[in-house]
């Protein structure tokens, strides 16, 4: 069994960024305020982008250290592991994104009565864990973009099957997701008929296997779309390969993602994980600072659709982490101050 790294990202972020990834008590009484952060993965680019704008997020407010752990692949328990080591030695705050809420309800229940302040991100929390402040998109909005960035690469009118994948299946920001981008189909191209989500899987050759799949066993379909990460850059290199004429899509912001989108063979929405990570970081390291109160709510982070108009200034931003930090900062000072970006959890889509 690998071994989960921690901290792996984070270390080359050092230099940039003074939040520390080594350990503290976390106590807050006489040392400095210390977060944490703890990732469902540290290899793929979503976690990635998440744990550095935590990082920037932190530096931003000063005088507080901080850290981002999480498994080398997406591990419910191994990251519950984590977790529960957090709470053993950081009381300023933690931030959580998971792809497991279900079987972290009750250890954040737990850090929750122990007045550990939490923060989940990008997964909504369940009730059952008390965890009141969350951070993250509108995924059934997502969804519907992707599927509107698909319909104008698609004729007018266009008929025929689309295939809908879903890289992890019952994650309910995933399947809002694929919901978004169902029902959009169905209501701007009556003509085409939506077949899926299919799982398409989480570890990265597992994804390509799938889709090879999907496309073979579907030669007349009009657009693959994923959910997820590695579907985008493995739909681009399926569609390259075969030199195919459909149309593929997916989420976030991996390199490999963003050359298909230059090449002319995806389209994509980001949905900003770097500014997500900074909203937590900031309101997180703020709390362990001087105290102010965190809110009981949802704080909504748009998403971004990434195509020809827009992918040069993408990749620029994207070339490294002060750079992403610089072009979205406004984007996370409208976020924590318009409150039209604040909202009640019972909203959380």
Request: glycine letters at 10%; charged letters at 20%; hydrophobic letters at 45%.
């Amino acid at each position: 069994m690998r071994k989960p790294l921690i901290c792996v990202f984070v270390v080359v972020l050092l230099a940039l960024f003074p939040a520390g990834c080594g350990k503290n008590d976390g106590s807050g009484s006489g040392g400095t305020p210390h977060v944490a952060f703890v990732v469902a993965n540290t290899q793929l680019s979503f976690a990635l982008q998440m744990g550095a704008g935590f990082t920037a997020g932190v530096a931003h407010v000063g005088g507080v250290t901080g850290e981002v752990v999480g498994p080398d692949i997406v591990d419910g328990q191994g990251e519950l592991k984590m977790f529960q080591d957090l709470k053993t030695r950081v009381k300023d705050g933690i931030s959580v994104f998971t792809l497991s809420p279900e079987i972290f309800s009750q250890p954040m229940a737990d850090a929750v009565r122990n007045d550990i302040p939490l923060i989940a991100v990008d997964n909504p929390p369940l009730a059952a864990s008390n965890v009141k402040l969350f951070v993250g998109n509108d995924n059934y909005l997502l969804g519907k973009m992707l599927a509107d960035e698909a319909i104008a690469k698609l004729p007018a009118g266009a008929t025929g099957k689309i295939i809908l994948g879903t890289s992890a299946p019952g994650v309910k920001v995933l399947d809002r997701r694929a919901k978004g981008i169902r029902d959009e189909l169905k209501a701007k191209l009556p003509g085409v008929t939506v077949i899926g989500p299919f799982d398409t899987k989480q570890e990265t050759t597992a994804n390509l296997a799938a889709w090879q799949t999907l496309t073979e066993v579907n030669k007349g379909a009009i657009a693959f779309l994923g959910t997820g990460d590695a579907d985008g850059w493995n739909l681009a290199a399926i569609k390259t390969k075969t030199k195919a004429t459909w149309t593929a899509g997916a989420f976030d912001l991996d390199p490999k993602s963003l050359a298909a989108v230059k090449a002319g063979q995806l389209v994509l929405v980001s949905p900003e994980h770097f500014v997500k990570g900074a909203v937590a970081g900031r309101l997180q390291a703020q709390h362990a600072k001087d105290g102010k109160a965190l809110p009981e709510g949802w704080y909504y982070t748009p998403g971004l659709a990434v195509n020809e108009s827009n992918i040069d200034a993408v990749i620029a931003r994207q070339a490294s982490t002060d750079a992403t930090a610089a072009a979205v900062a406004g984007t996370v000072d409208t976020v924590l101050t318009d409150g039209t970006y604040f909202r009640t959890l019972s909203d959380v889509s």
